[in-house]
């Protein structure tokens, strides 16, 4: 099992930029692939961008491609979601998820690929 504890949201003018992170405790973060999700009012969850267990690998939406950017450090146990060029239709709660099982690719985006996920954390974007 893995806890997973989002940070860095806020409240940030359209074009702006803000980097999201993901701390895991519990088993060793090297083994799990680690996703990005968001969930904006009255919309369903949506995949953002995905990345594998070395980081070799990266998947993202189509909406964030350009703009969005998946890291991790596991030597910190910790992922990260580098957001530029904010809109305000990217206004949403952002969850971190994780799975240790399975293979890469971009089934990733899809939320039924993941097992642990965190508790979100809000992102606002102002016109």
């Known amino acids: 099992q893995v806890l997973l504890v989002e940070s860095g949201g806020g409240l940030v003018q359209a074009g702006g930029s803000l980097r999201l992170s993901c701390a895991a405790s519990g088993r060793t973060f090297g083994s799990f692939y680690v996703g990005w999700f968001r969930q904006a009012p009255g919309k369903e969850r949506e995949g953002v961008a995905a990345?594998?267990?070395?980081?070799?690998?990266?998947y993202y939406a189509e909406f964030v491609k350009g703009r969005f950017a998946i890291s991790r450090d596991n030597a910190k146990n910790t992922a990260y979601l580098q957001m530029n060029g904010l809109k305000p239709e990217d206004t949403a709660v952002y969850y971190c998820s994780a799975v240790d099982k399975g293979y890469g690719g971009p089934w990733l985006l899809r939320e039924s690929a993941f097992d642990y996920w965190g508790q979100g954390t809000q992102v606002t974007v102002s016109s």
């Open positions: 990345i594998t267990r070395s980081g070799g690998f990266t």
